[in-house]
């Protein structure tokens, strides 16, 4: 078992910078973090991810070089940081976590715990 809790979300103006949190906690030990999205009316979609033991990152090619995914062991905490948000990016952010050891995925289906979201409001 994994409970993971947001936050840090947020309204913002477009071109602004927000820091999620995920803190993490359990018995299970989650090989992988990972931040996915999901817009009113859309499916939910990868943003980034992280490898804990390692640091390995993946990022969705529509926030590379804007967002960074990271991680400090030592409070069981992960980070996205948004940089330059556009109003589009406005949506539900979830926490994740992958508990099995197969690798950085972007598909939601290969996580096994979830958080409850935050809501990031971009205005333009």
């Known amino acids: 078992q994994v409970q993971l809790v947001e936050s840090g979300g947020g309204l913002v103006q477009a071109g602004d910078s927000l820091r999620l949190s995920c803190a993490a906690s359990?018995?299970?030990?989650?090989?992988?973090m990972g931040w996915f999205r999901q817009a009113p009316g859309k499916e939910r979609e990868f943003v980034a991810a992280?490898?804990?033991?390692?640091?390995?990152?993946a990022y969705a090619d529509s926030v590379k070089g804007r967002f960074t995914i990271s991680r400090d062991n030592a409070k069981n905490t992960v980070y996205l940081q948004m940089n330059s948000l556009k109003p589009e990016e406005t949506a539900v952010y979830y926490c994740?976590?992958?508990?099995?050891?197969?690798?950085?995925?972007?598909?939601?289906?290969?996580?096994?715990?979830w958080g409850q979201g935050t809501q990031v409001t971009v205005s333009s």
């Open positions: 359990g018995r299970s030990f989650p090989y992988t």
């Open positions: 994740a976590a992958d508990t099995t050891a197969w690798g950085i995925r972007a598909d939601m289906r290969a996580y096994d715990y």
């Open positions: 992280i490898r804990w033991t390692v640091g390995r990152t």
